[in-house]
């Protein structure tokens, strides 16, 4: 039984958090919001793709990469590039000296399209490339540094290094991709007009889904015996590979979904927002999204959800309310945070919320407590124990 | 139709700051203001903006965070400023200007997330705000789609003209043409060094500045030209180039902290600017980014702008002088606080000519649009969403002003896509 309890796809308990999160995103946000909140909301769940990735990598994998920029920026760019190609006919451009051709590559004096924006025109190679280009480059950067044994701080500072990089080439070749102004005016997908509130809107469900099906994936993926091995290996890496596991390889792969996700998360911030540009790939975004992972729990998929939609509200009704003292109230929230919930939201509900309600029920059962319900609870959280305690070291 | 813009002839603004308190000022003008009852909301207001009997809303986006948030801090404070003083001469359209003020948080996804929010829920009227091309650029479908009105303050480089943008800065050929013309016939400058942050502004500038020299100015000629990434320290490689290459002039686009690495650099390497051997030309220093500089640093170099805060006139002074009383007397004003200025004025004028605060209406009323109070003197409206500007060099002093040395004779036409220079 306890086997077929740690195999099971979800639990019942995991199947009511699931729906609860369903119910929010498909049925509570689109009632509540009107058309400009709704897509704000699509904007800050596009974030929550990365955070998810980062829950894999981070708190099950024990990889910290500060540089998941880089692959929301990639998916983004793709989906942008295509947009950009659409929006760039001939008519559209006459004004320019070169028309056709987007219109940055027109100020920066380039004269014919480059040969690699060129498969782009096409729909289907940017809904592959929105995924494969990520995962190319976490694959390359995975080999690289796992086969070499770098982890750890090491290889949170590089990735942070390469989400520099990677900013200044953007800027630097602003001929080929825009610049700091970054892709910008993209009008429509296919001839369908992105830009207005039904568009929105069906994108937001669209983005919505997207996001359950990577939730799901990476349920799946903690689930199998993968999973486990990911949390043995961020606590005891060398007990694994003595036990016989490449753990180089079951690194790179998981690094590798989790850029898959961000690709995926780009290309939806690119179609929901209408642009794309270098800010949303550097350093600070990078670390952006780990605090995302981190307010939400980053040992729970579904906290990352909560925790990126929590912190986006927070950032944007802050914002709003005290356009000059906002970033204080945003920085305090973060330490509070960190300070008396490491475990983010979710530790917060398994922690604390939790055990009192279950409480409240027992008290209910008049006397007939099964026994057997404490137990799951426990042996459920006792593989994430080590971890708080390795983080807090 | 003309009556309408009169209220904002020369000497009201200056008059009204001069009289001090909003209570002296609106006795004062009471009877020449005009009176929200002439106007009912529901003619001047078709499309449902938020226009009440009493109040119109407009929007204020500017970076109040961030790495821009230095820059733009100028630009929202001469916005407060100039509606504070719209208000105390009884409004627009007999109607006090309200504004919602939000932050851009230095993040072009921000901007356009909070363009949206001023558009579609607080439905205002105007926007003032923006100040770096990729903001402006992030903002600009927004603004397109949902028929708004932005006035946007910063020199900028061209190759755009949008219906839904009143540029109230220069374009990129009001700040070059005329300088690079002054510094050939005054100063005798056969050759040119040209080097810039590595990003569209300066690169476009550049280009232009370019293709005048070649083509435009006899026997003139570019000895090198380089860009370096934003944020960039270490300028000591072309500066060895440039004591090789030994031009008239250094035509610096250096932006933002950079400056103060290459002002510093340059002195120390022994190029003084006050020597002037060579001499230094800037589009990119105004008396905000000295203060960050340093005073000694910069002293000697030139800036070609179209405002600077020592300019003498009466427009000017009033202006000064109630920019320091609002927001403290260590205050500097640079070329782009003043174009932010002007904004609200531009509108409010545009809006009684239109006699309607609706988009389509302002923006039909907006080309022809004088401005005779302007700091910088008078302006007006091009029919491409340009101002006419003068275009004026400055010399750098060690306290941080400029002295003005050379203005143009007429003010400058816009032309935000200059044949002969693509």
Not at chain 1, 333 to 340: D, P, S, T, W, Y
Request: hydrophobic fraction near 45%.
């Amino acid at each position: 039984m306890q086997s077929d309890r740690k195999t099971r796809f979800l639990t019942r308990e995991e199947a009511i958090y699931f729906g609860l999160l369903a119910a929010v995103i498909f049925l509570i946000l689109p009632m509540a919001l009107d058309s400009f909140r709704l897509n704000l909301f699509g904007k800050y769940l596009s974030y929550a793709f990365v955070a998810i990735g980062l829950v894999l990598c981070w708190g099950a994998g024990g990889i910290l990469s500060l540089g998941q920029g880089v692959f929301f920026g990639l998916g983004g760019y793709a989906m942008a590039m295509f947009l950009k190609l659409e929006a760039s006919t001939p008519e559209a451009t006459a004004i320019q000296s070169t028309p056709g051709i987007p219109d940055f590559m027109d100020w920066n004096q380039v004269t014919a399209l480059p040969w690699w924006w060129e498969p782009f025109n096409s729909l289907a190679f940017t809904l592959v490339a929105v995924v494969a280009v990520p995962v190319a480059f976490a694959f390359i950067i995975g080999v690289a540094m796992f086969r070499r044994r770098v982890g750890g701080v090491y290889f949170a500072i590089i990735t942070q290094a390469i989400a520099a990089i990677l900013t200044i080439l953007i800027i630097g070749q602003q001929g080929f991709t825009g610049g700091v102004n970054g892709i910008t005016d993209l009008r429509t997908l296919k001839g369908w007009d992105i830009r207005s509130d039904e568009a929105k809107e069906i994108l937001y469900f669209v983005n919505a889904g997207l996001l359950f099906a990577c939730l799901f994936a990476a349920q799946y993926v903690r689930r199998s015996k993968l999973g486990r091995l990911l949390i043995a290996m961020r606590d005891q890496e060398d007990r694994v590979r003595f036990s016989g596991y490449d753990v180089a390889s079951f690194k790179v792969f998981v690094f590798c979904l989790g850029a898959a996700f961000a690709g995926i998360g780009g290309a939806m911030f690119t179609l929901q927002v209408g642009f794309m540009s270098p800010t949303l790939v550097g350093i600070v975004p990078s670390i952006e999204m780990v605090i995302f992972a981190a307010v939400g729990g980053r040992l729970s998929i579904l906290g990352a959800v909560y925790g990126t939609l929590l912190v986006n509200w927070a950032k944007t009704t802050l914002s709003e309310s005290f356009p000059e003292l906002w970033l204080l109230g945003l920085g305090a929230l973060f330490i509070a945070v960190v300070m008396f919930f490491p475990n983010g939201l979710a530790g917060l509900w398994s922690e604390q919320v939790r055990p009192r309600l279950r409480k409240l029920f027992a008290g209910r059962g008049a006397g007939a407590t099964p026994p057997a319900a404490p137990v799951p609870a426990n042996s459920a959280s006792a593989p994430d124990r080590p971890a708080a305690k390795a983080a807090a070291e | 139709m003309t009556d309408f813009s009169k209220p904002t002839m020369p000497g009201m603004s200056r008059r009204a700051v001069l009289a001090g308190g909003a209570a002296l000022t609106a006795s004062l003008f009471a009877p020449r203001g005009l009176r929200a009852q002439d106007f009912p909301t529901a003619a001047v207001n078709t499309t449902g903006l938020a226009v009440t009997d009493s109040t119109v809303t407009i929007g204020i986006l500017h970076s109040v965070t961030g790495t821009m948030a230095i820059s733009e801090t100028g630009s929202v404070q001469a916005e407060k400023l100039a509606i504070e003083q719209i208000n105390a001469m009884g409004g627009v359209l007999g109607r006090k200007i309200q504004f919602i003020q939000e932050d851009g948080a230095s993040d072009w996804p921000t901007f356009a997330e909070k363009a949206r929010k001023l558009l579609v829920n607080d439905k205002v009227a105007s926007v003032m705000g923006c100040w770096t091309s990729a903001s402006r650029k992030a903002v600009l479908p927004v603004f397109e789609q949902h028929n708004g009105m932005l006035y946007y303050p910063t020199f900028y480089e061209g190759l755009e003209q949008s219906p839904n943008v009143i540029y109230t800065g220069q374009e990129a050929t009001q700040q070059i043409i005329a300088g690079l013309d002054w510094v050939n016939q005054t100063k005798g400058a056969k050759s040119f060094y040209l080097l810039g942050s590595d990003y569209i502004w300066p690169r476009t500038s550049n280009k232009i500045a370019r293709k005048h020299i070649e083509n435009f100015m006899e026997g003139c000629e570019v000895v090198g030209e380089e860009y370096y990434p934003l944020g960039h320290t270490q300028f000591n490689s072309v500066i060895n180039k440039i004591k090789l290459r030994k031009p008239d002039v250094i035509y610096a686009i250096v932006v933002g902290g950079s400056n103060v690495a290459f002002y510093k650099q340059l002195k120390a390497a022994g190029i003084d600017p006050t020597k002037e051997s060579p001499i230094v030309l800037t589009i990119s220093v105004t008396e905000d980014e000295i203060r960050g500089i340093g005073g000694e640093n910069v002293e000697g170099s030139y800036a070609c702008m179209k405002y600077f805060q020592s300019l003498d006139n009466p427009n000017n002074i009033a202006f000064v002088d109630a920019f320091k009383k609002m927001w403290g007397a260590d205050m500097v004003i640079g070329d782009v606080t003043q174009a932010a200025y002007l904004g609200p004025w531009l509108w409010k004028a545009a809006v009684e000519k239109a006699g309607s605060f609706d988009i389509d209406k302002v923006r039909e009323a907006s080309p022809g649009i004088e401005l005779p109070t302007a700091p910088e003197g008078y302006v007006k409206i091009h029919e491409n969403h340009h101002l006419w500007s003068k275009t004026r060099v400055g010399r750098a002093r060690a306290d941080g002003q400029y002295d003005v040395v050379f203005e143009t004779a007429d003010l400058v036409e816009p032309d935000p896509f200059p044949e002969g220079y693509q």
